[in-house]
């Protein structure tokens, strides 16, 4: 479980979020919505420790982050995957050693250790006969992919997915969000999701936040969002005609 | 200035901590020495060999006077190229080459995230990606410098001969009359400095790049013209230092 506590993030004197309050649980996905420049990659990248907060405080499992020596939080960090919204794969190394890095890096199995493991998180995330190949060689979906086999390389306890959609199409998008959604429940993790994308809130929210301007609007389930009475959080998630007519859907049914 | 001093200074400080593990460590190095040094043996023999035919032909043309023995066109070519050309001049085509493809290579990384894929696995980025490259550079330059000066004589022996104007014997007289071994000393502790000025200032730049193409471009730009006017700067400081 993950708690933010009054979190605040200013760059340049210009206030990014304003005291963002929120559990994030084990077991769950949880979202972050909100428009583009809301606030959302910044509150991820805060809960991760990629960017230094002002004010505030993260809780991992009851235990501060921000009074967290460097050691704890780099030991921290070894139960935390991530997938970056332009996937981050290391351009030089094929697909497997991508795979493979944290666990050169962080663990002293042998080769072939490091291997079967490899082996196993490519083939849990569909991907088979691409180990020898360059990220530049794959497709954007296959490259969401290896970067998720490589986040759950070393079976975190925490996920944290920036835009895991961006960038593919719908079929694909909704492959990647049930394949986050399955890891999530098959290893326990909390997850935390940022996206702007209706189908993946529909698909996967069990829990959502929104955003706008640094601020949290709204939480609740995906279930929760056709009763929302917030003029900013209504207009963002039913902006598109499929939505409004779904909306519709449900009350009638009610 | 003063920020970027201080921000490069903390930034050394992250580059030296304890690498995460020895064995990839070695590897890195190994792979750095092969990308930044051997694959700049090419322009340095280049380089070299025409710096040495250009010095020995203008010293020869300038000193063309019946009562200075040629010998001394050998003297005067030896002791530029071992002083001042093969180590600074190599060193600034180095900053040119070596340079601008770490901070560009760094940049991209950042900007693509990469870099924020490392800190997330709890690895120390800075001393990862740069560490192996400092100690590369300073392993590798001295080796490089050394070449310069064996090809960068040789050049002038190859044009003293071909045009007529400085002849053989003269020339290797020349080269080994007066000759100080302390100069070589000197030239590779220049070059010592110079590599680590090179690959840490490039590195500070594209480590701290943000946002995309073209803010890479412009760290790779900085990286060359801060890692040059260092050169020249600890050239003057370690000349009056070493050699007062």
């Known amino acids: ?254 | 200035m003063f920020y970027h001093f201080g921000k490069y200074v903390l930034f050394l400080k992250r580059v030296f901590g304890k690498p995460d593990k020895h064995s990839v460590f070695l590897n890195q190095i190994i792979k750095e020495v092969d990308l930044l040094g051997i694959n700049s043996l090419g322009i340095v023999l280049i380089i070299s060999v025409f710096m040495g035919a250009v010095v020995t032909l203008q010293t020869a043309y300038n000193i063309d006077m019946p009562f200075i023995p040629k010998y001394t066109v050998g003297v005067a070519a030896r002791d530029s190229i071992l002083l001042e050309f093969s180590s600074t001049m190599v060193c600034l085509i180095l900053a040119g080459k070596v340079g601008s493809s770490i901070a560009s290579e760094i940049g991209t990384m950042r900007v693509t995230e990469q870099i924020d894929a490392l800190d997330i696995m709890g690895i120390n980025s800075a001393g990862f990606l740069v560490m192996p490259k400092v100690i590369a550079m300073v392993f590798i330059t001295p080796l490089l410098v050394i070449i310069s000066m064996g090809i960068g004589i040789a050049g002038g022996y190859l044009a003293g001969s071909l045009t007529g104007e400085v002849p053989a014997a003269e020339y290797v007289y020349g080269i080994q009359y007066g000759f100080r071994p302390f100069y070589i000393t000197y030239s590779l502790i220049k070059s010592v400095v110079f590599a680590f000025i090179i690959s840490s200032v490039s590195a500070y730049w594209g480590y701290y790049t943000s946002g995309g193409a073209l803010e890479v471009g412009r760290a790779s730009t900085k990286a060359v013209v801060t890692s040059s006017i260092f050169i020249l700067l600890f050239n003057l400081l370690l000349t009056q230092l070493l050699l007062a």
């Open chain 1, 1 to 254: 479980m993950i708690e933010v506590k009054n979190l605040s993030k200013s760059f340049d004197g210009k206030q990014i979020l304003k005291g963002i309050s929120t559990v994030f649980h084990k077991g769950k996905t949880n979202l972050i919505i909100g428009q583009s420049g809301s606030g959302k990659t910044v509150l991820l990248k805060s809960i991760v420790g990629l960017h230094l907060i002002d004010d505030g405080d993260i809780i991992y499992n009851g235990k501060s982050f921000v009074s967290m020596s460097n050691s704890q939080k780099r030991k921290l960090r070894q139960d935390m995957g991530m997938l970056f919204q332009g996937s981050a794969l290391f351009d030089s190394s094929t697909v497997e050693e991508n795979v493979r890095f944290p666990l050169d890096i962080l663990t002293d199995w042998s080769l072939e250790e490091k291997r079967d493991r490899a082996n196993f998180c490519l083939e849990r995330v569909n991907l088979k006969n691409v180990n020898h190949l360059y990220p530049s060689e794959i497709s954007g979906g296959m490259q969401k992919r290896v970067a998720i086999a490589r986040a759950i390389a070393l079976n975190p306890k925490y996920l944290f997915c920036d835009e895991p959609n961006s960038g593919l199409d719908p079929k694909t998008s909704i492959l990647i969000d049930e394949l986050i959604k399955e890891l999530t429940q098959e290893y326990d993790m909390t997850t935390i999701i940022n996206t702007h994308d209706m189908n993946s809130v529909m698909g996967i929210g069990d829990k959502i936040i929104f955003i706008h301007q640094g601020e949290k609007q709204w939480e609740g389930t995906k279930d929760d969002i056709f009763n929302v009475d917030n003029e900013v959080v209504e207009s963002f998630i039913f902006a598109s005609d499929l939505f409004r007519e779904l909306r519709e859907y449900h009350k009638n049914r009610k």
